[in-house]
Nanobody
Framework: QVQLVESGGGLVQAGGSLRLSCAASGSIPRVTTMGWYRQAPGKQRELVAVITSGDNTNYADSVKGRFTISRDNARKTVYLQMITLKPEDTAVYYC?????????????WGQGTQVTVSS
């Protein structure tokens, strides 16, 4: 049973910072592609940042220069450091991992953590 558990969300004023964590447990490879997505009310879920098994990173244009994704492979944990937060960053943030093992594709999501940025 694979689980992704996010933590670190909360309420912060505009200009503030938060760090989200996502810990993976269960039978998954030690290093997989992991990413953060977010969904604001009335909007579609969108990619925020992703880090591949080779540690390549990619960011949504709206967060470049403000958000940083990183990982601790030993802990199977991925982080999202968010600075200079804006009200438009308010959303539920979801952790995702996906990989292929023995020819089968796997895709897992966390339960989400709320980030609210007040103006």
């Amino acid at each position: 049973q694979v689980q992704l558990v996010e933590s670190g969300g909360g309420l912060v004023q505009a200009g503030g910072s938060l760090r989200l964590s996502c810990a993976a447990s269960g039978s998954i490879p030690r290093v997989t592609t992991m990413g953060w997505y977010r969904q604001a009310p009335g909007k579609q879920r969108e990619l925020v940042a992703v880090i591949t098994s080779g540690d390549n990173t990619n960011y949504a244009d709206s967060v470049k220069g403000r958000f940083t994704i990183s990982r601790d492979n030993a802990r199977k944990t991925v982080y999202l450091q968010m600075i200079t937060l804006k009200p438009e960053d308010t959303a539920v943030y979801y952790c995702n991992t996906h990989y292929v093992s023995w020819g089968r594709a796997y895709d897992y999501w966390g339960q989400g953590t709320q980030v609210t940025v007040s103006s």
